[in-house]
Nanobody, 124 residues
Framework: QVQLVESGGGSVQAGGSLRLSCAAS????????MAWFRQAPGRKREGVAS?????????TYAASVKGRFTIAKDNAENILYLQMNSLKPEETAMYYC????????????????WGQGTQVTVSS
């Protein structure tokens, strides 16, 4: 099993940047496909970005964040990152890290490990 703990959230003005981290323990993330999701109050959870474990960094992004967000895995440190640039007020949400044991590329999976989330608030 893997345990996931997110950090790096906070408050930022529109147009600003944040980098979220998801520290994994209990197992190496080399064996996991991972992703970032977000959920705003009253809205459904949505996938933001995902990354596989083929070693080529293959990833998938929601259309709304493509070109502004970057997902990355640091297998040596066992940390998943999400660099978020040009943030918008409508991206205020709780951001969650997720994982599933797999051998795959960037894509969306039925993740079965989740962190507790980190809050991101973007003011206009």
């Amino acid at each position: 099993q893997v345990q996931l703990v997110e950090s790096g959230g906070g408050s930022v003005q529109a147009g600003g940047s944040l980098r979220l981290s998801c520290a994994a323990s209990g197992h190496t993330i080399r064996d996991y496909c991972m992703a970032w999701f977000r959920q705003a109050p009253g809205r459904k959870r949505e996938g933001v970005a995902s990354i596989g474990n083929f070693g080529d960094g293959s990833s998938t992004y929601a259309a709304s964040v493509k070109g502004r967000f970057t997902i990355a895995k640091d297998n040596a440190e066992n940390i998943l990152y999400l660099q978020m640039n040009s943030l918008k007020p409508e991206e205020t949400a709780m951001y969650y890290c997720a994982a599933i044991a797999c051998l795959g590329g960037g894509g969306w999976y039925e993740y079965n490990y989740w962190g507790q989330g980190t809050q991101v608030t973007v003011s206009s």
